[in-house]
């Protein structure tokens, strides 16, 4: 007779709850179908795990690409107020717009130095978290490798004191999700430029 086997019970990492709400987010970030309505599906998202002020959400399409920062005003998370090229990667901006790592502080003055004319996120922001963009293929962290950077997920409070380390764990899923429809977004969005030329050389040629 076969000996007995005993179940193994593997502790999750965050509580039950947190993965309910992770899987809601998941969807309700899936429901976006070009850069605004994608924005306002991760802000609202993003929403149900945390109390934020402002988002960020910066993004390079391509290795050689200029990155591109698009955010909310203050108290507006899930409009789409900006979108403007992020004027380097270097220096605070790279960690914390092109990051490696995920990044939590409970001060932006202790992110960037100080009057740095470059610096995007707005002086009433005082917590920031910033979760990088994955590749679709999974991505890689290895230090050095700004191939690899693709842009980040970056959360902003005002006088609500800093993030919890723990919500990490609920934001990389929700980071490589966004990589994979904006990567999706440009897609279509070259398509459709492709799509107008030619019809636009079609009419020249009638």
Known sequence: MPAE???????LPMPDGDYRALVEVLVEISRGGDLPSTF???ARG?????TLDWLGISW???QDEQ???HASLVGQVDWLATSSPLPGSDGALGLWFLPELPRIVGSQRRALAAGDPAWPVPPQIDALLTVPLPRSGGGSRRAGQREHRRGA???GRSQRGPFDPGLVALLEPVAAHVAVLLERTDWLERFRATNTELRQRLQEQA
């Open 60 to 62: 390079r399409g391509s």
């Open 67 to 69: 990155p591109t920062l």
């Open 153 to 155: 997920i970056v959360l």
């Open 5 to 11: 086997r005993l179940a193994t019970i593997v502790p």
């Open 40 to 42: 306002r599906a991760v």
């Open 46 to 50: 993003v929403s149900r795990l945390t």
